[in-house]
Each structure stands twice: as C-alpha cells, then as structure tokens.
C-alpha cells in the first residue's frame, strides 16, 4: 500500500493549481551591471551590496535576525473546575439518579467551557472553542438520557451498570478531550473520535512550534473522518480545517521500507503534515518564492497542455500549414514553448519523446502504490512526472532525492508540509538531507531561529559549559522547542558529571 499521509488525486491537481497562481516570478537582473561587477560587489559586502540587495528586491541577509515567536502562557483551562465535579460522580442507585447526575455533570461541564475566556486560559480562541463544546455538550447530554432509557428497557439493573460503565469512559474522555484543546488552543470536533485516538492528537501537538496552533491567528479545527484507503488526511487552509482519516491515525510504521524514518509513527507524521499545511499558507508569497523560486527553481507543467500543443505543431509540419496562432496567449501553447526553452531549443519531436517516456498519464494506477521517481535530467534541469504534472528543478543539487523524499515531490503544495513534518519528527536526518542554504531557509523563514551562532547564542543564553555543545548540535535542529531541549539536556548532564580534579 502506499504510505499514509497522501491526498487525493484530485486534490493534488488543486494543490498545484494554487501552487502555480501564488507563484511570484524572480527579480529581474540589474539593467546596465556586468555580471562580473556585481559578483565583485556581493562577495565584498558593504554599500554596494547593500544597494545591489535593494534594487533587486532581495533583503533576506540584510534583515534583523529573526527573534524567537512569542505568545500568551498556557493557562489552566476549564479542566480543572470539571475534574473536581468528575471526582464526585458516584455510581446511581435509580434511573431518576442516574438522570440527575447526568444534568450535574453537564451543568458544569457547559458552565466551565461557557465560561473559558482568553483571559483565564491564555487560549486566544478560547470563546470559540468554549461555544463549539458547548454546543457538542448539550448534544451529547440528551444522547447519554437516550443512552439510558434504552439500556434499561427490560433490564432495569444490568442496564444501569452497562450505562454507568459507558458514562465513565465519556467523562474521561471528554474531560481530556477538552483539556486538550485549550493547551493547544485548536477545536477537536468530537464526532467519530475514539478514545485511543487522543493519544495520537497529544503526541502530535506536543512539541509542536509555538505559531503552529497555539498563537495561530486563525482557529484550526481537526475532526475525524473514515477510510479513504491510503490517505492520511486533507486539508482546507483557507478555513483552518483538518480532517484525518483512517490511515493517518495509526500506530504503524510512516515509510516502513525506509531505515531512516524508523520508528515514526503514521499518526504522528500525518497529523503534523496536515498542520504544515496551514503554516505554508500562512506564508507571504514573498517568503514562499524564498524557496520554491530561489532556491529549488521548481516548474511544473500540464502534460495534457504540452502534448495538445505539440500534436498541432506535429499536424501543421506534416501538411505544411504555417499559422500565427502559436504567438497567441493560449495557455496549452505558452506551456509548450516554455518547456522547449527548458530543455534547449529542441524539435517539437523531440520535446514530445522526451514528455512522453515518462509514461502516460492516464495508465497510472491509483488504486496501487505509488512508483518511485523516475528523473531525467536535461540542459541542467531535474524532470520527472506525479500524474499529469511534468515538474522539474533547476537546481538539482538542493533537492533531496531519496525515497522518503517521494511524497514531497508529488507537488509544491506537498513538499512544504512533508518538510515540516520530518523537521520536527525527524531534525537530524532532516538536516542531512537538505543544503546548509535551504535548512537556513527553514529555519530563518518558517521556524524563526537564527542561524548566526554569535545571534542564537545570545537569544538563548545557554551555560558557558554547555555552549560549544549546544552551538554543534543547533546546526541540527529546526525549532525553538528542540533548542530548548537540548539546552536542558546538556545541562542536565554537565551538572551529572563530576568536576575535573584541579
């Protein structure tokens, strides 16, 4: 099967779409400098430099450092108001007990989330959140009334025992449920959620970035949908929903024929790929061309358009027909010729040899696993094809090309979020897969962690015996939370060892 964590086809072909209109074209070089002046410039520094930098839109080295986000502490939440009527609960006697307990418990629970402010939970969504439980509360108080009723027809005592066994794991369940939203201030649509699943939603946030969810501008809402074979999840940005499905929340192992991913877990790659999702759109397009423009130079064009254009061109040679329309604005046409740029002025015969011994499109099997990348590399440029998307790099040396890179290179849209992902699950085998000018990218652009020793060192003000350690080991790790950890590490293990005999 393949790997879990997929989308759709369809979605995929929606994914580059948007990949493609939020593309922004370089800057265009400096009229009237040679190139070998503006070489002598840059590598020197200084003025010209810094007024080359200007005029060609590129600021990213001459910016402040980037500093570490900052937010609202994590408060308490509701959970504690609703632990201490949850420890009262005792088992009824009665029907007319049982139901009375039922209004306790949910009187409390709705007067605890009702009430949850952004003031007593530091939780910037906590009002939307609180109305979302809310309401999922009331639902589920005349469900468990229902719930009762109908266990106890014709069985009064067994029925009320069942009922009170099924109660407690719900109040469990819940209470953990809505202490986990309010730490990690997101919304966890409650239907269809199991209780083993929890599990995998807190290992996931745990860890997570700080601007990942909890000062996320936007309220991000996951919710459980079914199976959907080999996808692990999908994504609406734009509204900050996620939804994961079967396969994206199990146990088992992410990529399981890849040594290098062992022991990461599906769910806890795909829950956090999903979140990367969002991250990317949080981007501007001018950070975003940081790395699909500058840096990786990545293209993508429909097959279909190539092969429209270049069938015409094919017809018109063989009956000898000259026609301008290859001059109009046609998107299929404009595809075409700046494909025949990429590869180096070649025939029109060549070009559709060249499309065409990736495979057709349409025999793709998407009930199969997913074939490795096959990639051609023509006139200094990486090709290969994902369905109808022939993509190429123009820098291949900056892109990672093993197997547990196939996925990301389905798509932009899709490179982005698997990044994300491995730089938290997996930082080290991260950074040795990636240039040290694409890991700056990450860590500047999306992590907002200096790369400057002498910057980082003074934002974290590590002990001077652990120092030289932590500053080694940074150039290994992406977030501000593994920082910190390993701080803490180091620290532990310095004051662990015995002081050297003087």
């Known amino acids: ?31 009237g400098l040679p190139n070998r002046a503006l070489a002598r410039a840059l590598a020197a520094g200084g003025p010209e430099a810094a007024r080359i930098a200007r005029l060609s839109g590129r600021h990213a080295r001459l910016q402040r450092a980037p500093t570490r986000p900052t937010g609202p502490a994590r408060g308490a939440g509701p959970g504690a108001d609703l632990d201490a009527v949850s420890k009262q609960l005792k088992r009824p006697a009665s029907a007319a007990a049982a139901r009375k307990l039922i209004d306790q418990w949910f009187d409390a629970a709705v007067k605890a989330v009702g009430g949850a402010t952004a003031a007593s939970t530091g939780a910037s969504h906590a009002a939307e959140i609180g109305a979302t439980d809310v309401q999922e509360l009331e639902a589920d108080r005349a469900e468990q009334k229902d719930g009762l009723v109908s266990l106890m027809k014709g069985r009064p005592g067994p029925g009320l025992r069942d009922w009170w066994d099924s109660f407690e794991r719900y109040v469990v369940r819940k209470r953990r449920e809505i202490a986990l939203e309010f730490r990690h201030n997101l919304a966890i649509d409650a239907a269809n959620v199991r209780d083993q699943e929890l599990g995998s939603y807190e290992l996931a946030l745990e860890g997570m970035p700080l601007d990942a969810t909890w000062t996320s501008p936007k309220l991000i809402t996951i919710k459980r949908g079914g199976n959907r074979g080999d996808i692990g999840g999908e994504t609406d940005a734009a509204k900050g929903e996620i939804e994961m499905f079967d396969a994206g929340m199990t146990s088992s192992p992410y990529k399981s024929k890849c040594p290098a991913l062992g022991g990461l877990r599906s769910d806890l790659q795909s829950i956090r790929h999903e979140i990367g999702h969002i991250v990317d759109d949080r981007l501007t397009a001018k950070e ?20 429209l254009a270049g069938n015409e061109r094919l017809h018109r040679a063989r009956n000898n027909t000259v026609e301008v329309k290859d001059e109009k604005p046609v998107p299929h046409n404009r595809q075409f010729l700046d494909l025949v740029q990429e590869l180096g002025a070649l025939t029109t015969r060549t070009v559709m040899e060249f499309v065409q011994s990736f495979g057709e499109p ?10 490795p990348i096959v990639t051609k590399e023509r006139h200094g440029r990486l090709y290969w094809r994902r369905g109808y998307m022939l993509h190429s790099i123009g820098h291949p040396a900056e892109l990672p090309r093993t197997k547990e890179f196939d996925y990301a290179m389905t798509a932009p849209a899709e490179y982005f979020p698997e990044l994300y992902a491995y730089a938290i699950n997996r930082p080290e085998f991260l950074a040795g897969a990636i240039s040290k000018r694409q890991m ?57 060892t015995p002081a050297a005999a003087p």
């Open 1 to 31: 099967m393949p790997e879990p964590g997929r989308t759709t086809a369809q979605h995929q072909t929606t994914a580059e779409d948007v990949a493609v209109a939020r593309t922004v074209a370089l800057a265009p070089p400096l009229a």
């Open 288 to 307: 975003r061309s940081g790395l699909f423009d500058d840096i990786l130079d990545w293209r993508f064009h429909l097959i279909q358009n190539i092969t």
């Open 362 to 371: 349409g025999a793709d099997d998407h009930t199969k696993p997913m074939p």
């Open 440 to 496: 700056r990218w990450w860590k500047e652009v999306v992590f907002k962690v200096p790369t400057d020793p002498g910057e980082l060192k003074r934002q974290l003000q590590p002990p001077a015996n652990v120092e030289a350690q932590l500053l080694a080991d940074a150039e290994k790790l992406f977030t501000w939370e593994q920082l910190d950890a390993r701080v803490a590490e180091l620290t532990r293990a310095a004051a662990a």
